[in-house]
């Protein structure tokens, strides 16, 4: 019965993610702002290519990236109302010096690269850990990508896995051992190092999945996701036409 009713939703829901404005008072300058909030999604969203480099909508998309028309303070969806005001004298002093490229209406209008790259300024105030860092290049490095800015995606997917490495070092890393693998091999792929990602994958494939806090079924579960996962990545990488990086700048975009 569980089974049966998935399909009807899937079928139902035709893999949209749906989206609708609301306004937002900037914590900075009180500013008025227009900005998209999801409405829907489903699981789908982790089979989307983006998994290639696991990075997973929202990240993927425009609306996630707020931007004040006024005072520019840009950042993530979920982090915008809540900016400490004690970091807010420094955030002004930062967002004196940032010009945008072009007048716009809907926040959405800017790259979402050139807002990235004021938040690279923004958290850099805020206070971040290696794991949100990590996180954050990789996604720059999609965006580049899927820009067709080829040296800016590899200087953000060297910075990225560099972070890997460490996080790989450090015995209080929350990431498990088995997910670090699978992203460093990710990123290798998309520098161009097959031989190199390939070797990140077998050894992921002989780590056994271990996360705090899961346990039975829920472990099992995602060590055979994520073995069905690497399996698949090392038979696309294999392949002359579905190596993921291949579709880097052309990323057949799964939303609407
Ligand atoms: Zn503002």
């Not at 290519?49 to 696991?54: A, T």
């Not at 004021?118 to 899927?146: N, P, Q």
């Amino acid at each position: 019965m569980t089974c049966f009713l998935l399909v009807c939703i899937l079928s139902a829901n035709a893999f949209a993610t749906t989206w609708f404005p609301k306004e937002f008072i900037c914590p900075i300058d009180k500013e008025k702002n227009t900005f998209q909030v999801w409405a829907s999604y489903g699981s789908y969203i982790y089979s989307w290519p983006s998994k290639y480099q696991w990075v997973f909508w929202p990240a993927t998309e425009s609306e996630a990236f707020y931007l004040c028309k006024k005072c520019h303070l840009t950042t993530y969806m979920w982090d915008y109302e809540k900016i400490p005001a004690d970091k807010i004298p420094e955030l002004k002093k930062v967002l004196a010096d940032i010009k945008v490229s072009k007048e716009f209406k809907d926040y959405r209008e800017v790259p979402i690269t050139e807002r990235l790259e004021i938040m690279e300024k923004v958290y850099a105030v805020l206070g971040r850990d290696d794991s949100w860092w990590e996180l954050f290049y990789r996604t720059e490095g999609y965006h580049y990508g899927k820009d067709g800015q080829t040296d800016k995606a590899l200087a953000a997917r060297k910075r990225s896995l560099a972070l890997v490495d460490k996080l790989q070092k450090d015995k209080t890393a929350k990431e498990p051992a088995k997910l670090l693998l699978y992203i460093s091999g990710a990123m290798k792929h998309f520098m161009n190092d097959d031989d190199g990602a390939i070797v990140q994958f077998e050894k992921a494939l002989k780590v056994k999945y271990e996360e705090e806090g899961v346990v039975g079924d829920e472990a099992k579960q995602a060590e055979d996701g994520l073995n069905e996962r690497i399996r698949d990545y090392i038979e696309k990488i294999k392949s002359e036409k579905e190596k993921p990086r291949l579709f880097d700048k052309y990323d057949t975009d799964e939303s609407d």
